[in-house]
């Protein structure tokens, strides 16, 4: 993977985050207010898990156990 594709990633990542902002501020404004009152431990865990299975995504995919 070279520097191209890292950046193309990098983009897509920061037009998916940017959907709901875009297309529901209200309810993205709601969601970061209920965030507040979620214990950060609860956060922390929630992050941890979207690291693994981004990354158990990236190493299948590169790995080519699943032929696409």
């Known amino acids: 993977m070279g520097l ?3 950046l193309c990633a990098v ?5 998916f ?3 709901t902002p ?3 501020p209200r309810r993205w404004k709601e969601m ?3 965030l507040q009152t979620v214990p950060e431990h609860v956060i922390q865990r929630i992050g941890i898990a979207g690291v693994v299975i981004g990354l ?3 190493w299948l995919l590169q790995s080519d ?3 696409l």
């Open 56 to 58: 158990a995504i990236v």
């Open 11 to 15: 983009g897509f990542a920061v037009i």
């Open 22 to 24: 875009m297309i529901a």
């Open 65 to 67: 156990l699943i032929p």
């Open 17 to 19: 985050e940017c959907l």
């Open 32 to 34: 970061l207010a209920f």
């Open 4 to 6: 191209r594709e890292l």
